[in-house]
């Protein structure tokens, strides 16, 4: 691990304390996970904000039900001044999807939240409108394409 | 102030490509713009979770029939690095080929498209008569002129010849020759530089907040290029030239793009001659052997692709199935973009971003809602004012 | 067959108008069917013209498999084309879903919405392929259209 | 571009060849490399079924006749990937480059 991916780890613990769960780092791709509470991710975006200068990019927003209790959510992160790319990972249990939607800290994640909104049903709190994006007006609600039973 | 509501995204002639836009427009002024997406949401992502990584392979490369070979080498990057698996080296290098062969048609593909909707056939034409060579070279080596099949986990199925490898680097050369020539006409000619410079407008700001990638982000002078950044296949041996104007208009995207011809037609005979011999591919277990994830981006020829993949120990069917689309990313800059423009330069700001509808997963088609509500095709619109 | 109705069938002959429709194709079809207007293969050559509107046009090239979302808009496209009219399938997924099929957003080929005269299959045909098409609906016209 | 420079160019052009291929008058053939109509070795076909497992687009049917399982394909539903010729143990799927199959009934593209 390089000394700028240091960094961002050191940032990470420090200022979200207990919202910072763990990290791993994938040499062959040359990745950083870091993993998040679900309540620590708007401040996990102006970290990077500031790591960075506002020179991040949001590749995409990945959102997994890999059968368990719990929806994943990868959000993948390029920092263009480091070169470096970041995923920053937070669960949130099938019982309460809510997440703080990112919208004003990072107005890109609009469509990509819209979407993970309507194959999964995850509820982002705040954001401007999160009506349907690519199924049919007649799909029925509640019903998610991309949920395991 | 009043408004009208114009839709845009009918049976659209000249992209061939459906998608549908709701635009506010005050007089010739357009206000706001409303995507709307998902009209040919096919369930991708869904399916690929049910079959086998080999025949999902052939799914993928059918999200979008232009940029295929990027979609199956992200593919097999993501599913490679999540079966922790490496393919030799000779395919990287013929990766790469293919690759960017693919980039040069497609790019060939939106250049002529992009003078065809401000009514400059002549020029469509010439162009599409000089794609054609780059479409038998890629049925040459692939198989098929647009469908190549030609990555797959752990290689490529089919190796070059020495014979090819000559033809390719003959007919390269007499295309760069004649792409030289556009350069010239696209930086020169008045019809152009009045239909194009100056219009559809995206700050450096904006397009890094608003996520803009590919030659949309590079005609904004944002550097980013994966290919330079993240190199995948060959690239961490060959290295590329990022072209990055600094004009922030739907002119520097096209030109972004006649520039990345020119390199990718480098990148290839670079390749071509420092292609080691070998193996072309390896063989890999049909089951994933561990449950792991992995992911890849790409540099498509419309901007930064991702796939991610969450696989399962044992399991020949990955447990999730991610892609973004370049296109995708660019939604939110081309609406910006269209906001302050006249009606008549919206063709001229969408045809810049490349939009690949079918990689965004859609199709539009006429839709005359209430009597206020016009409907119009692009090229109509096109003709009708840009004239 | 009446006088009339042969030179009608002759005057149809000469320049079929097309109008491509796109139901959720890759695009791979789309981009040869617009390859074979292009100088290569020109199909102007036989008097065929894209055509922008469904009211100007003879045939209907349909390509690609037909989503949920598009089935009722190319149902009003057919009923908007003038008799008599003709459809093409071009590509495997409008002739039956091809590689989509059993994905939960798409119906299937285009023969479950409207009558298909012509199969044209390949993933995707070669321009010339599609013209060979052409040339197939022609026979039929003049066999009995 | 300037003026001479396009007359020259425009006076070349006058002695080339035309850009237009002269199908369906003349037929045209794609290289041995492409991906076309199956050729269906029956003699070599031991009934397996491995291709109908692999088929990414289901066009491939085991039908039992009096010489065994035998494969059909349907080339309305093929996407002619060729990964049955791939996955074949004896080699009985073999390349075609027969690519004119267009036909007016959906019943004729399914090969016997």
Redesign the interface.
Same mark, same amino acid.
């Given at each position: 691990m390089a000394e700028e991916q240091v960094k961002l780890v050191e940032a990470f613990r420090k200022g979200l304390g207990e919202g910072f769960l763990s990290y791993e780092y994938d040499t062959k791709r040359r990745a950083l996970k870091l993993f998040v509470e679900r309540g620590a991710l708007t401040k996990a975006f102006e970290l990077v904000n500031e790591a960075c200068g506002g020179e991040y990019h949001v590749t995409t927003i990945t959102g997994a039900d890999l059968g368990g209790d719990e929806v994943e959510l990868t959000y993948f992160l390029w920092l263009l001044p480091q070169k470096l790319r970041v995923m920053i990972k937070a669960k949130a249990p099938k019982s309460d999807l809510r997440l703080q939607s990112l919208v004003s800290v990072a107005p890109a994640t609009i469509l990509y939240e819209r979407e993970v909104h309507e194959m999964l049903g995850v509820v982002f709190e705040g954001h401007p409108n999160l009506e349907r994006l690519f199924l049919p007006e007649d799909w029925p609600e509640n019903v998610y394409p991309l949920r395991r039973k | 102030m009043s408004t009208t509501k114009v839709i845009v995204g009918p049976?659209?002639?000249a992209l061939?490509?459906?998608e549908r836009f709701v635009f506010k427009v005050d007089g010739e002024v357009v206000v706001d713009v409303e995507p709307r997406?998902?009209?040919?949401?096919?369930?991708? &992502?869904? %399916?690929l979770t &049910? =079959?086998s990584f $080999?025949?999902?392979?052939?799914?993928i490369e =059918?999200?979008?029939?232009?940029c295929?070979v990027a979609h199956t080498l992200t593919a097999v990057q993501a599913i490679e690095?999540a079966f922790?698996i490496e393919p030799p080296k000779r395919a990287k290098y013929l990766r790469t080929i293919v690759h960017e062969l693919n980039r040069i048609h497609s790019h060939l593909?939106l250049l002529?498209v992009a003078c065809e909707l401000i009514g400059f056939d002549t020029l469509?034409?010439l162009i599409?008569?000089d794609r &054609?060579a780059v479409?038998d070279i890629i049925?040459?080596? $692939?198989?098929? =002129?647009?469908?190549s %099949?030609y990555n797959i986990i752990g290689g490529v199925?089919?190796n070059v010849s020495d014979h090819e490898v000559l033809e390719m680097k003959k007919v390269l050369e007499a295309l760069v020759e004649k792409v030289k020539?556009y350069k010239?006409?696209f930086a020169?000619?008045p019809t152009i530089r009045a239909r194009f410079a100056d219009v559809g407008r995206l700050s450096r700001a904006k397009a890094?907040?608003?996520?803009a990638?590919g030659p949309t982000a590079r005609g904004s002078g944002?550097?980013?290029d994966v290919r330079a950044? &993240?190199p995948y296949a060959a690239f961490d041996e060959v290295p590329l030239n990022v072209v990055v104007y600094e004009e922030e208009d739907s002119w520097a995207r096209l030109m972004v793009r006649i520039d990345e011809t020119l390199e990718s037609a480098r990148v290839i005979e670079e390749c071509l001659d420092k292609m080691p011999t070998g193996p072309v591919r390896v063989r890999v277990p049909e089951v994933a052997p561990q449950s792991s994830e992995g992911?890849?981006?790409v540099e498509a020829p419309r901007g930064?692709l991702?796939h991610?993949v969450?696989t399962e120990k044992g399991s020949d069917k990955p447990?999730?199935y991610?892609v973004?689309t370049p296109t995708? %990313?660019n939604?939110?800059s081309v609406c910006e973009m269209l906001k302050g423009g006249y009606v008549a330069d919206i063709p001229a700001a969408l045809v810049s971003i490349d939009p690949?509808f079918?990689c965004t997963? =859609?199709? %539009?088609?006429?839709?005359v809602r209430t009597s206020e509500r016009v409907s119009v095709?692009l090229? $109509?619109l096109a003709r009708r004012y840009g004239r | 067959m009446s006088t009339l109705l042969r030179l009608a069938t002759w005057a149809r002959l000469r320049s079929p108008w097309i109008l491509h429709v796109n139901t959720g194709a890759c695009n791979s079809c789309d981009i040869e069917v617009l390859a074979a207007l292009t100088p290569r293969f020109d199909v102007e050559r036989f008097g065929i013209l894209l055509k922008p509107s469904p009211r100007h046009a003879d045939v209907l090239v349909v390509t690609g498999a037909v989503t949920r979302q598009a089935a009722e808009r190319i149902k009003r496209v057919y009923e908007q084309t003038p008799d008599p009219k003709f459809v093409m399938a071009v590509g495997t997924c409008a002739c039956s879903g091809g590689v989509f099929q059993n994905c939960y957003g798409v119906l299937g080929g285009v023969d479950k919405v409207m009558p298909v005269d012509v199969y044209v299959p390949g993933c995707p045909p070669r321009p010339d392929a599609i013209i060979y098409g052409v040339v197939k609906l022609i026979e039929k016209v003049t066999k009995g259209g | 571009m300037t003026l001479p420079s396009l007359l020259r160019r425009a006076w070349s052009n006058l002695f080339k060849r035309p850009a237009t291929v002269q199908y369906p008058f003349k037929k045209l053939t794609p290289p041995p490399t492409y991906r076309g109509r199956h050729i269906l070795l029956k003699e070599r076909c031991v009934g397996c079924g491995l291709c109908s497992k692999v088929c990414p687009a289901f066009a491939i049917t085991m039908v039992s006749t009096e010489r065994g399982s035998l494969p059909t394909i349907d080339l309305g539903k093929c996407i002619f990937c060729y990964q049955c010729e791939e996955v074949c143990p004896r080699g009985a799927i073999k390349r075609g480059i027969d690519y004119e199959l267009a036909t007016w009934r959906r019943e004729d593209l399914i090969t016997k």
């Open positions: - | 049976v659209h002639p061939h490509e459906p997406l998902g009209y040919v949401h096919r369930g991708i &992502e869904k %399916a &049910e =079959r $080999t025949q999902g392979l052939y799914l =059918r999200i979008c029939g232009i295929n690095n922790n593909l002529g469509f034409m599409w008569r &054609e479409m049925e040459m080596v $692939t198989g098929n =002129r647009v469908m %099949a199925r089919r020539q010239e006409v020169e000619d890094l907040a608003l996520g990638v944002v550097k980013v950044e &993240e992911f890849s981006v930064e991702i991610h969450y447990l999730r991610r973004r995708y %990313a939604i939110p690949c079918s997963d =859609r199709v %539009a088609l006429v839709d095709d090229l $109509t | - | -």
